[in-house]
Every structure is written in structure tokens, then in C-alpha cells.
């Protein structure tokens, strides 16, 4: 299963970029490409990478990449619940931000 809260970051700075520098054709296409890799963590949850800076967490955070171009990079952060075969998508956050910044 997998579960997704509200994404505050995704709402608030995502969506602004796809609408500010896309054309809304595009921005859906790129909306619905990370939908897809969103989706694809039912499959292979453990794929990604363990993500650095939520080491010091008790969850295992880990993160794939969902690149569109060399200037728009985001991070696709999750944990996996095992007890309960679940896929928690955290946060959505963008490679060119201050990774101190990043706070699943």
C-alpha cells in the first residue's frame, strides 16, 4: 500500500514552479511523470537511497530522484512501515534548496 499525506512543500513550491516556468500542457506532463514515480514505490520501495540528512531519525528516510532537467531536480523523500506494508511519501523537495532545510 501506499500512502501520501497532504505536501505542504509540494503545494508551495512545486506546483509554483511547474505553473511560473511550464506551460500548463508541460506542467501536467511533469505533474503526472512524478505521480508515476510516486507509484512506482509500491513496487520497489527499496530502491532509493538512504537520505543523509534524516539519518539522526528514527525512521529510515530514503529518496529517489525525479529529474526533469539539470535545473529542476526534486528529491522524492519516503519511509517504508514495514508492520504495516506501507510507503510513506514525505516530502517533495527540490535538490536546489539548502539540504539543511530538508525536515520529513
Known sequence: MLRIPLFLRYSSTILPY???????????????????DVSSLKQMPIRGSKEPYLSDRPKDYRFILHKE??????????????????????????????PDKITS
Open 69 to 98: 532537467s539539470r535545473y529542476f531536480v526534486i528529491k522524492i523523500i519516503y519511509f517504508i512501515d514495514e508492520i504495516r506494508s506501507t510507503v510513506f511519501v514525505t516530502d517533495f523537495f527540490p535538490t536546489s534548496m539548502n
Open 18 to 36: 511547474l505553473k511560473n516556468f511550464f506551460s500548463p500542457e508541460r506542467a501536467l506532463e511533469i505533474q503526472k511523470a512524478i505521480e508515476l
